[in-house]
């Protein structure tokens, strides 16, 4: 298996555009999480899918931030528009369940800067 | 409000010396306690767990501690090797089992 796939790796934009982040789980995998990593906060969790379905968003910053599931192999997560302040390393993470103690696996990341 | 901190950003250690890594957590509900490690350019990947009735667990090198009362766990690294630098972070899950990480701990081990 491939694992979780991210793109782009790296994303510059200029303030106030869109910004599209994409993420391609595990396949069978039933659950998938978007994360924010930032030196202050650490890995914030920003919203989850539950078979496609957003369950919480409540970690989602603004409503600048949208998320989407069309399909079981594929999410979106959109800033517009983009601001400074959004420039961190954005992670996807898929796993099979919501269970305490299982494991999330974690794509590659994307790096974005907004100038 | 951080219910999970690491308080160290960084720590250096010498290859074959003891490596050990704190976090605090203040959510007497989270049930279950993880490790994850991150190299650059890569994704958390997850090293060790432990469960809230538990104290301790072992996998190898990787002891990870867990002190309820004080709400306070550690990760031993015994021996350290320099394959360990990396940044770790510790993580509680809530009983619904949402992850709630740390800011990390960046770790170094010299040869």
């Known amino acids: 298996d491939a694992g979780v796939i991210q793109s782009p790796r790296h994303e510059v934009t200029e303030m106030g555009q869109e910004v599209t982040l994409r993420c391609k789980p595990i396949?069978?995998?039933?659950?998938l999480f978007w994360y924010r990593q930032t030196m202050m906060r650490g890995l914030e969790l920003l919203i989850y899918?539950?078979?496609?379905?957003?369950?919480?968003d409540s970690g989602m910053p603004e409503d600048r931030f949208s998320a989407k599931m069309p399909n079981a192999s594929f999410s979106t997560l959109k800033i517009q528009p983009s601001e400074p302040r959004d420039s961190a390393v954005y992670f996807c993470?898929?796993?099979?369940?919501?269970?305490?103690?299982?494991?999330?696996?974690f794509g590659p990341g994307t790096r974005l800067t907004v100038l | 409000d951080q219910q999970v901190k690491q308080n160290s950003p960084s720590l250096s250690v010498q290859e074959g010396r003891i490596s050990i890594l704190n976090c605090d957590y203040t959510?007497?509900?989270?049930?279950?306690f993880l490790w994850y490690k991150k190299y650059p350019a890569e994704g958390p990947t997850f090293l060790i767990s432990?469960?809230?009735?538990?104290d301790k667990n072992e996998d190898g090198r990787f002891t990870v501690f867990l002190n309820k009362s004080a709400k306070h766990l550690s990760l031993h690294i015994v021996p350290s090797q320099p394959g360990d630098s990396a940044v770790y972070f510790c993580?509680?899950?809530?009983?619904?089992?949402?992850?709630?990480f740390g800011q990390g701990t960046e770790l170094s081990v010299k040869p």
């Open positions: 993470a898929s796993s099979s369940s919501m269970s305490s103690y299982n494991e999330q696996f």
């Open positions: 396949s069978g995998h039933d659950y």
């Open positions: 899918f539950n078979n496609n379905v957003p369950i919480d």
């Open positions: 959510n007497s509900m989270f049930d279950y």
């Open positions: 432990i469960s809230s009735i538990k």
């Open positions: 993580a509680a899950t809530n009983p619904g089992g949402k992850l709630i």
